[in-house]
């Protein structure tokens, strides 16, 4: 498949293009390339938890690189097929929808495409929030998506299915992280850095402190 038409498929999925996804869906030819974008998607987060540590001088880099990016990848991209695989069970077996597992696989993948904001986790100040923002971005392509290729389809059970899915991929990743083991691309990197927690919660604890002043 040309790599124009592999960009042009990514533009117009993420300027919600309706008529991509049902491209997507029905264009089998695509499914490895589709695989290869969700990967890529994932390493390219790992790669910003990585240069996190790099700015935030985690010591041991080279050992960092090999948790948080190349293993903290196969991880989540472990638990991406499980979150593809748990939705459409839900979608076919539990109510009956007519869905190709393949198709089903090539719109995740193409939804899969926003996690790659993760790049920008290891911005100071901003990167957590960009982090979630990729996780949220991801959630919705992937509704958007499906409502979009499978139409007949109701949209409560479409996003049942896929918020099954991401419960799974967004609950058990951070589990299988730890100081000593950050399995972390993306977001997911600041999940064991204390500190950087606490930095968050201060400053929700000042912005929560502020709007209460204003309400009294």
């Known amino acids: 498949m040309p790599t124009q038409q592999i960009i042009d498929r990514i533009r117009r999925a993420l300027s919600l293009d309706q008529a991509v996804f049902e491209e997507v869906r029905d264009d089998a030819a695509f499914t490895p390339f589709a695989g290869a974008l969700a990967a890529a998607a994932i390493v390219v987060a790992g790669l910003g938890a990585y240069l996190w540590g790099v700015f935030n001088d985690v010591g041991d880099k080279g050992e960092f690189f090999v948790d948080a990016l190349i293993l903290g990848s196969i991880f989540a991209a472990l638990l991406w097929l499980a979150w593809v695989a748990l939705s459409y069970v839900i979608l076919s077996q539990l109510y009956r929808e007519a869905v190709a597992p393949d198709a089903l696989f090539r719109i995740a993948a193409v939804g899969a495409v926003p996690f790659a904001l993760g790049l920008l986790v290891f911005i100071p100040g901003i990167g957590f929030g960009i982090g979630l923002l990729s996780i949220a971005l991801m959630f919705f392509l992937n509704v958007f998506g499906l409502r979009a290729a499978f139409p007949a389809i109701d949209p409560?059970?479409?996003?049942?299915?896929?918020?099954?899915?991401?419960?799974?991929?967004?609950?058990?990743?951070?589990?299988?992280?730890?100081?000593?083991?950050?399995?972390?691309?993306?977001?997911?990197?600041?999940?064991?850095?204390?500190?950087?927690?606490?930095?968050?919660?201060?400053?929700?604890?000042?912005?929560?402190?502020?709007?209460?002043?204003?309400?009294?």
Do not use: K, M, Q
Request: proline share 7%; aromatic share 14%.
């Open 156 to 216: 409560l059970r479409v996003v049942l299915a896929v918020s099954a899915g991401f419960a799974v991929w967004v609950l058990i990743l951070p589990l299988l992280s730890s100081p000593e083991n950050p399995f972390s691309p993306g977001v997911f990197v600041f999940e064991w850095a204390e500190d950087v927690v606490e930095d968050f919660l201060d400053i929700t604890s000042a912005v929560t402190d502020v709007f209460g002043d204003l309400g009294e």
